[in-house]
């Protein structure tokens, strides 16, 4: 319950800043829509776990709880640290936030059927000798349900209800900024929390930790690179290129150790595999934040009219 609790809070804030409101407002920068959309999506969705799949066999091929923890990452698309993430990069605002509520939606519907192709289905397909506990759709589902349902509706109802009572102006500039530290305390208490539980393995097997390392490492440097080229291929200025190369190399820890704790248990190397992936993003997405800052000052960007002609002449 007190893990619980703490995935919760850590969801809640971030969901509830969300501008819902907006979606679907027509933008004046250039960029289109179905493109920048398009692509973050393909990426995040279809490129990323089959990635994270294929790193996690390479180098975890004989650690099945460790493999599957991982894969496990790889599903949780970005709903939460990616707006900061976002902010301190100088990013899209906007879409990012709209990628969030986006990915939100898909994890409800698709997160289970994901998690049941690529532990259970895609590995009989390939032959691969899968071992220990497979989990079934609905013991996926309901986890999901729980620990992104409840703060998806909750965020939703607290904006909707909040803009409407005492108007933006007191929710964005008073509210939110007394609601926000919840996602730090209640990240810090599951780590914490799951450390205390997970001590002796962490410190007794290090070189565990580094193999789990491996590939998250790989896939978070693969996938924003990926992000970022694709975002210069098609002209995009920086602002919707950074926003795109953070939103396809984040992930949902919160979820993922929710996943790995709900349907594994707290002491299991799925939970452990969870536990360490954002000890890996977190460091890694900072120094990435400072390279794409470098970057957007080192290239040349199109503006908004140079990309509106762009995307033209894409489709």
Same mark, same amino acid.
């Given at each position: ?10 969801? &809640?804030? *971030? ?6 409101? $907006? ?5 004046? $920068? ?23 799949? #294929? ?17 496990? %990452?790889?599903? !949780?698309?970005?709903? #939460? ?12 605002? @906007?879409?990012?936030?709209?990628? %969030? ?9 698709? &997160? ?19 071992? +220990? ?9 309901? /986890? ?9 509706? #909750?965020?939703?109802? /607290? ?40 001590? $002796?393995?962490? /410190?007794?097997?290090?070189? @565990? ?16 690179? !990926? ?17 795109? !190369? ?13 996943? !790995? *704790? +709900? %349907?594994?248990? %707290? ?8 536990? *360490? ?31 509106? /002609?762009?995307?033209?002449? +894409?489709?």
């Amino acid at each position: 319950l007190p893990i619980a609790a703490g995935l919760l809070l850590m969801m &809640y804030p *971030v969901l509830a800043k969300v501008r819902y409101e $907006d979606l679907g407002r027509a933008r004046h $920068d250039g960029v289109s829509d179905r493109r920048f959309f398009g692509v973050s999506l393909f990426l995040s969705w279809i490129v990323g776990p089959a990635l994270m799949f #294929a790193l996690a066999w390479t180098f975890l091929s004989d650690q099945p709880a460790y493999r599957t923890g991982v894969i496990i %990452v790889g599903l !949780a698309r970005c709903i #939460a640290m990616v707006l900061v993430w976002n902010e301190i990069a100088r990013g899209d605002r @906007d879409r990012a936030a709209v990628l %969030v509520v986006f990915n939100a939606i898909f994890q409800l519907a698709a &997160y289970s059927l994901l998690g049941y192709f690529y532990l259970t289905v895609l590995p009989g397909w390939l032959g691969l000798q899968t071992q +220990g506990f497979q989990p079934g759709i609905w013991e996926i589902a309901r /986890t999901v349900l729980i620990f992104l349902g409840i703060p998806l509706t #909750a965020g939703y109802l /607290t904006r909707r209800i909040g803009l409407r009572r005492r108007g933006r102006d007191w929710y964005e500039q008073h509210f939110i900024p007394r609601i926000a530290p919840i996602t730090l305390y209640g990240l810090l208490f599951t780590i914490v929390l799951l450390f205390a539980i997970q001590g $002796d393995r962490i /410190t007794s097997r290090p070189l @565990d930790v580094a193999l789990i390392a491996v590939p998250l490492l790989a896939y978070f440097a693969v996938m924003w690179v !990926a992000g970022f080229a694709a975002g210069r291929l098609m002209r995009f200025p920086y602002p919707q290129t950074a926003s795109m !190369a953070f939103t396809v190399a984040s992930n949902d820890f919160e979820l993922a150790i929710a996943v !790995a *704790v +709900g %349907v594994f248990g %707290v002491t299991s190397g799925e939970a452990l595999a969870g536990v *360490v992936g954002p000890l890996i993003e977190v460091p890694v997405l900072v120094s990435l934040v400072y390279l794409a800052l470098w970057l957007s000052h080192k290239l040349r960007w199109p503006t908004p009219s140079e990309a509106a /002609t762009a995307g033209d002449l +894409g489709t």
